[in-house]
């Protein structure tokens, strides 16, 4: 059994129990000690109305101190957050919620109100949002409710609400954790082997419990989600406070959860994003941006403020033009960049100077301390670790994964990338699989053929994804732009689509990608 998040979060709680924990992007501030006592009250509120262990909860609430709260004191409660965004097309959505089979929904009062009302969710799809309805986005698992904010028309009369909750937390065990339920491999969704909830003051489980599951993409066909235990992600935690380290008086801006909580262990502040002056207004030490937001933050402000330490680029390659603009833009800090996956946070770490230094391959760095690595015979770099996810949810356990990249190690034992394998694309962040979603586009009527590939652009290193098509008869673009949000991930939707005549062939007549990507770029 490793470390446990929760307890590690809690006990950082106890340590500096009046310190500002996080500031929300309006400035809302939570001290440490509110942190600990809103989680534990929303675990007693959730334990009380009947959240047995290993229950999975849609987890719906908009980035705030409130949210975090909500989410620690799900998982204190026995909850497992799956994290499937509910603006994905419905069906992709369903198609998660039939894997997953959660048994609650904890979202915004104001998200019940828009996906409740169908002229406010054809509001929604006009501007390019579809929405669900949370209230019953899939009738066959019979979901209870609960809600942040106050109560507006759309709430279940039924759900439970999660603020402004009085008297104090009852004692349920800082342990308090997550059945194993949701264990992958288990066969069966989140709810799979629930028993009913131990009453007050029991344990609620141990570290190598699942406590989020984190899908990574995929069609209503094929969706994948990845299982993190609360050992797996405190791992995973440490790893990170090894080599980028916090302590109290540090201010930690990002959105992201692999940062904001060792920012909250190791005692510093949780800066969330907002207007571009919260990272001078709040003299931020430490800031994590993918590199194409850093391109354009750079254009924004052009000097990052001095208090800045250290500079976190992820997400995403950081091509040497992010690189150079971001070492301009913070002399004073140390400028990092992130190479991780969702199944393994982090991997490795290198420096922008490193980077620009290597010229052959884009430099990945050292493993972390704790990180296994290992090479097959076509240099695709496998990875394993105490921070590595339990494993693929509905499927066995896994000791390693394989990251899809080609690796070398260098005389120096740093990791290089060579390139990727099967043709993945990243855009903002998001790995996108051509061959998961090529068939089924392929398959429209009027649709000959279809592919995926993305363009890199050669200063912000994000990607094009640009989707080409071979017209068959009845051919109509309208009509394929319609169907493409109900056939493809939210963050996988092409930029542009290009219609050929053909597409180009290698000599065995199979797609040549590369040929494919000259025949689409713009002049």
């Not at 500031?23 to 959730?46: N, S």
């Not at 391109?295 to 500079?311: D, F």
């Not at 499927?395 to 990791?415: C, F, I, K, S, Y």
Request: proline content about 8%; hydrophobic content about 45%.
């Amino acid at each position: 059994m490793g470390s446990d998040l929760l307890a590690q979060v809690f006990a950082a709680c106890e340590r500096t129990p009046g310190a500002t924990a996080i500031v929300g992007a309006r400035g809302r501030e939570l001290t440490f000690g509110g942190l600990r006592e809103r989680a534990l009250r929303i675990r007693d509120r959730l334990v009380a109305d009947g959240l047995a262990r290993g229950d999975g909860v849609l987890y719906a609430v908009e980035p705030s101190p409130d949210a975090i709260a909500v989410a620690l004191g799900v998982v204190a409660a026995g909850g497992v957050l799956v994290l499937a965004d509910p603006g994905l097309a419905p069906e992709i959505l369903a198609a998660r919620l039939r894997l997953a089979r959660p048994r609650w929904v904890v979202a915004g009062s104001l998200l019940y109100a828009v996906t409740s009302f169908a002229p406010l969710r054809a509001l929604a799809r006009r501007r390019g949002v579809l929405l669900p309805g949370l209230r019953d986005p899939l009738p066959e698992l019979d979901l209870r409710h609960a809600y942040t904010g106050r109560w507006l028309p759309g709430v279940p009369r039924d759900a439970v609400r999660l603020r402004g909750l009085n008297g104090p937390p009852t004692g349920v065990g800082l342990g308090a954790g997550l059945g194993a339920g949701l264990g992958a491999g288990a066969g069966a969704g989140a709810g799979a082997g629930a028993g009913a909830a131990e009453p007050t003051g029991a344990s609620r489980g141990d570290a190598d419990d699942p406590a989020a599951v984190i899908f990574t993409s995929g069609t209503t066909a094929h969706p994948r989600a990845v299982v993190h235990t609360r050992a797996s992600l405190a791992a995973g935690l440490e790893i990170f406070r090894d080599r980028f380290p916090v302590e109290p008086g540090d201010v930690v801006h990002t959105d992201g959860l692999m940062l904001g909580l060792p920012a909250l262990i190791g005692g510093a502040t949780w800066s969330m994003p907002g207007p571009d002056k919260l990272i001078f207004e709040r003299r931020v030490t430490h800031l994590y941006c993918v590199p194409v937001e850093l391109a354009a933050l750079v254009e924004r402000v052009e000097r990052l403020p001095e208090s800045l330490r250290h500079l976190l680029l992820g997400s995403a390659p950081a091509p040497p033009a992010v690189l150079r603009k971001a070492i301009a833009a913070a002399p004073g800090a140390e400028v990092l960049s992130i190479y991780a996956m969702t199944e393994a946070l982090p991997i490795a770490l290198a420096s922008a100077a490193e980077k620009l230094a290597c010229t052959e391959g884009d430099l990945l760095g050292a493993p972390l301390p704790g990180v296994g690595v290992r090479f097959t015979e076509d240099q695709e770099l496998i990875v394993g670790g105490p921070h590595l996810a339990r494993g693929y949810l509905g499927e066995p356990p896994h000791d390693e994964v394989a990251t899809g990249d080609l690796v070398r190690m260098d005389g120096q034992g740093r990791l290089v990338l060579l390139g990727r394998k099967k043709d993945m694309i990243l855009r903002d962040g998001f790995n996108i699989y051509p061959s998961l979603y090529e068939p089924a586009i392929a398959a429209l009527p009027g649709v000959a053929d279809a592919a995926i590939v993305g363009l890199a652009d050669p200063v912000t290193g994000d990607e094009e994804v640009v989707l080409a098509l071979v017209p068959g008869d009845g051919f109509q673009e309208a009509a394929v732009r319609a169907r493409l949000p109900t056939l493809v991930d939210a963050g996988a939707l092409p930029d542009r689509i290009a219609v050929l005549a053909d597409f180009p062939r290698s000599s065995r007549r199979k797609l040549d990608r590369a040929a494919l990507r000259t025949a689409i770029r713009r002049p």
